[in-house]
C-alpha cells in the first residue's frame, strides 16, 4: 500500500503540491495523468525521496520514506525520472547491473546476472547487451533505462512518462510487460502517462492532477469521461468504448 498523506510543496511562495493525500493499493498499474505542470514529477521526486518533504507523510508499506535507511528504501522503490543523464560509456548490460547495486554493493553474484539476463530476455535487449549506451537510439536508450529499473526488483516501481520516445511496438509492450509485473509478479507501478488511451487501455486506476492538487481517483471507466477530461485538460473530446474501456478521441 502507498499511502500519501496531507503532502504539501513550496518553491518559495509559489505552491506546487496542495494537501496531497493518496492511498494506493498494490499489484496494479496506477496512471498519474495530469496537465503539463501539475506536479506529477514534483510528487514522484518526494515519493523517491530525491526531494525532501516540507510536510506530510509518504510510506510503502510500513516504510515511512523519512525514516526508513537508504538501502530498505532502494530495495523498496525504484524511480525512472523524466530526464536522465546517462554515461554513455558503459555497456547495456552493465548499466543493468547497476539497477542490481542495492543488492550486491559491487560484487555482482550469480543471481544478479541471471536477473540481468532474464530482464534483457523480458525486453529485447538481448541483441544490444554488449553495445555501449553512448550508440544507441533515444528508444533504444529509454528501454535500456525502464530495464534497469526493473532489474531492481523493487515491489514499487515509479516510472515518469516512461513512454517517451518509445514506438508503437515498444510502447504498447511496455505496457503490456507493466501488467505482467504488476497482475503476476505482485508489483504496483505508478506511471505518468500524457498519452491518456494507452491509460485508458492498460491502467487498473487513474489518478488525475492539477495545480498541485489530486482531482479524481478510481477505474479508467467511472473517471475518464468526457466532463472530466474537459476539466483537466480544457479538451472537448468524444469518448468512445472498446473492449469495455474508455477511448479518447478530441472532438473534431
Ligand atoms: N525548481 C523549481 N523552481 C520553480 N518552480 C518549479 C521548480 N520545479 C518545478 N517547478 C514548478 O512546479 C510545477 C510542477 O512541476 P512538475 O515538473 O512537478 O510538473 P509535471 O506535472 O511533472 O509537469 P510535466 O507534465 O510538464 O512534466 C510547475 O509549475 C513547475 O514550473
Redesign the pocket.
Known sequence: MITLSHVSHH??S?T?LDDVSLTLATSQVIALI??????????F?LMSRLTPLQKGSVSFDEHDIEHADSQTLAKTVAMLA?ENHIQGRLRVEELLMFGRYPYHQGRPTDKDRQMVQAVMQRFELLDMAKRFLSTLSGGQRQRVLIAMIVCQDTPYLLL??PLNNLDMYHAGQLMRELRSLTHQAGKTVVI?L?DINQAAQFADTVVM?KG?RIIQTGHPTDVLTHDAIDDLYGVDVTVLTHNGRPVIVDTL
Open positions: 518553491i518559495g509559489h506546487i495530469g496537465p503539463n505542470g501539475a506536479g506529477k514529477s514534483t510528487l521526486s523524466q515518469d512518462e505518468v500524457h492532477m498541485g
